[in-house]
């Protein structure tokens, strides 16, 4: 019995959305309220503080939870994670463009976790191949039923799309190609890439 029910798994990294014990083991907590204002909350171009606050946070060990709260919660305001606002902003623009496969198969296994909207795309994607219901995936991801509904028609047409033209040689010339690294290079906005490995594909089925 001791070896059925013993579990060596390594405890995720990744928090649910109502989880906030990460909190009770940062170094700032315990600090009194007018402390924790004048420092992490300071004044616009207060050096002092925010060094302060910044040595404090680069010896936590809950950095990273504390900045991925900040992130998940849109918090744009003070010190989180060891960065302040101004360092914090490139992260929030990115935030919903974020494609962290590890997300992904935490909602499979059940956890309640903060999806960026490509995340949720790869997980409905997912889901639609695996035969899923509209009513599991609106009950994995927390949504109402026909949010869940539009969510598995699109996933459907997408993955229509792919298998027709999975396969195709692209002809494009040398010169093309390079005609079209160079227009993307000059594009403000770069289209993030998917790249599907048998390793990735094999732990999301067997999450699912």
């Known amino acids: 019995m001791r070896h059925i029910t013993t579990n060596d798994t390594p405890p995720s ?3 649910g959305i109502a989880d906030h014990s990460w909190q009770e083991r940062g170094l700032c907590h315990g600090l009194p309220a007018k402390e924790i204002d004048e420092l992490f909350f300071h004044a616009t171009r207060d050096r002092a503080a925010i060094d302060e606050a910044k040595a404090i946070c680069g010896s936590c060990p809950v950095r990273k939870a504390c900045f991925d709260y900040a992130l998940d919660n849109k918090i744009r305001h003070g010190v989180w994670g060891g960065l302040t606002e101004d360092e914090r902003r490139p992260w929030h623009a990115r935030v919903n463009k974020r494609l962290d496969y590890n997300r992904v198969k935490a909602a499979f296994e059940g956890r309640d976790v903060h999806l960026s909207d490509a995340e949720r795309e790869a997980v409905t994607r997912h889901a ?9 995936l609106a009950y994995a991801l927390r949504l109402d039923l026909d949010w869940a509904r ?16 999975w396969g195709q040689v692209d002809e494009t010339t040398d010169n093309d190609v390079d005609d079209q690294d160079a227009e993307d290079a000059a594009s403000p906005v770069q289209v993030p ?16």
């Open 128 to 136: 639609y191949v695996r035969g899923w219901s509209p009513e599991r």
């Open 193 to 208: 890439r998917q790249a599907q490995t048998h390793a990735l594909i094999a732990a999301l089925r067997k999450a699912a």
């Open 13 to 15: 990294t990744i928090r």
């Open 150 to 165: 539009d969510l598995m028609r699109n996933a459907a047409h997408a993955v229509a799309d792919r298998d027709r033209y």
